[in-house]
Antibody, heavy 118, light 109 residues
């Protein structure tokens, strides 16, 4: 059973950079699959942020592309999200997930709430 | 950009009843790229259906998916208390690659 766990600061100041890491266990990222980040503002729906392959190939949501960087560290079996110039609108629960070859999210982390506030 | 619109926004039913949730796409979606998720408060979404009609591992057979083109449906044949949650459809396609519907809240009547 693949397990994912998000970690990172729960509070980020406006204009700063949000940084999160997703640790993957019971599966080697190097073995394949895309890995993604999804967020959910309080009481709202889900928004895909971006995805990365173990090789480092990335795809980003155009609405966030200018501010997002996703990277992977296969030696640590984790991947990371950086979102720059954050505002209150970036306050959300951030999830990491594995993307099945058939393009659905089959394993999810429990999510981590990130609040943007001074 | 493909927009998914779910209806109704809220569905009020009683245990034992049948639930029918709709997901309509702004343009045709490959059936192989349509999935449904269930989300309970404070939890991550859980995959229910992929490929429009295939149940994920461990999902009870009271959940079924159908549809093609622009119209997809999630049906729960007989509701049990743990089925009351928010349901999202999701598609993979052209940019922005992955998009979700806004969700249908299934609440106890």
């Amino acid at each position: 059973q693949v397990q994912l766990q998000e970690s990172g600061p729960g509070l980020v100041k406006p204009s700063e950079t949000l940084s999160l890491t997703c640790a993957v266990s019971d599966y080697s990222i190097s073995s394949g699959y895309f890995w993604g980040w999804i967020r959910q503002p309080p009481e709202k729906g889900l928004e895909w942020i971006g995805s990365i392959y173990h090789s480092g190939s990335t795809y980003y949501n155009p609405s966030l592309k200018s501010r997002v960087t996703i990277s992977v560290d296969t030696s640590k079996n984790h991947f990371s999200l950086k979102l720059s110039s954050v505002t209150a609108a970036d306050t959300a629960v951030y999830y990491c997930a594995r993307i099945n070859v058939a393009d659905f999210f089959d394993y999810w982390g429990q999510g981590t709430l990130v609040t943007v506030s001074s | 950009e493909i927009v998914l619109t779910q209806s109704p926004g809220t569905l009020s039913l009683s245990p034992g009843e049948r639930a029918t949730l709709s997901c309509r796409a702004s343009q045709s979606v490959s059936s192989s790229s349509l999935a449904w998720y269930q989300q309970k408060p404070g939890q991550a979404p859980r995959l229910l259906i992929y490929g429009a009609s295939s149940r994920a591992t461990g999902i009870p057979d009271r959940f079924s998916g159908s549809g093609s083109g622009t119209d997809f449906t999630l049906t729960i044949s007989r509701l049990v208390p743990e089925d009351f949650a928010v349901y999202y459809c999701q598609q993979y396609g052209s940019s922005p690659f992955y998009s979700f519907g806004q969700g249908t809240k299934l609440e106890i009547k």
